[in-house]
């Protein structure tokens, strides 16, 4: 039996942005329902990164909202898009709960996450808000280790 190759972590921050996205939608489900969901979905494909990542993201979700919140001047978390604002929740998430990964990875890998799945112009409001969200205390704290 061959075996499937690991996911790379673009791979799986599209995995947890997908969990997310439902998650916008369907606030009822637990994180162990979202997450069966997408093994089923991602067609049985695993990684420990995108059950941690989600449990993580809804574990603190109103830590992570209030710094999207701060962050994105002018804007409610109402009428950011819900493409945005999952990749925003994970890439918040991991600046303010994963110090081994560097702030501008998560705002890189974010910025990617809109251009492919959001429209034309979320990657630079995803980019505006994660640039002060990195300059926020907590993040700075994180990073600081």
Same mark, same amino acid.
């Given at each position: 039996?061959?075996?499937? $190759? ?16 439902? +998650?916008? +939608? ?6 162990? !329902? ?14 420990? +990164? ?48 994963? &110090? !081994?990964? &560097? ?11 809109? $251009? ?21 205390? !907590? ?7």
């Amino acid at each position: 039996m061959a075996q499937e $190759k690991a996911m790379s972590r673009r791979e799986a921050r599209e995995a947890i942005l997908s969990v997310l996205f439902s +998650y916008g +939608y369907t606030p009822e489900k637990s994180a162990e !329902e979202l997450e069966s969901e997408r093994v089923r979905d991602f067609g049985g494909r695993e990684d420990p +990164y995108i059950t941690e990542a989600t449990a993580g993201v809804l574990e603190h979700l109103s830590e992570i909202d209030a710094l999207i919140g701060a962050s994105a001047v002018g804007w409610t978390l109402s009428r950011i898009s819900r493409v945005s604002l999952s990749i925003l929740r994970l890439a918040c998430f991991e600046m303010l709960f994963r &110090p !081994e990964i &560097p702030p501008l990875v998560s705002l890189d890998e974010a910025v990617e996450l809109a $251009k492919t799945y959001d429209d034309d112009n979320a990657y630079a409001f995803v980019n505006g808000v994660l640039n002060r969200a990195m300059q926020s205390e !907590e993040v700075r704290r994180v990073a600081r280790g």
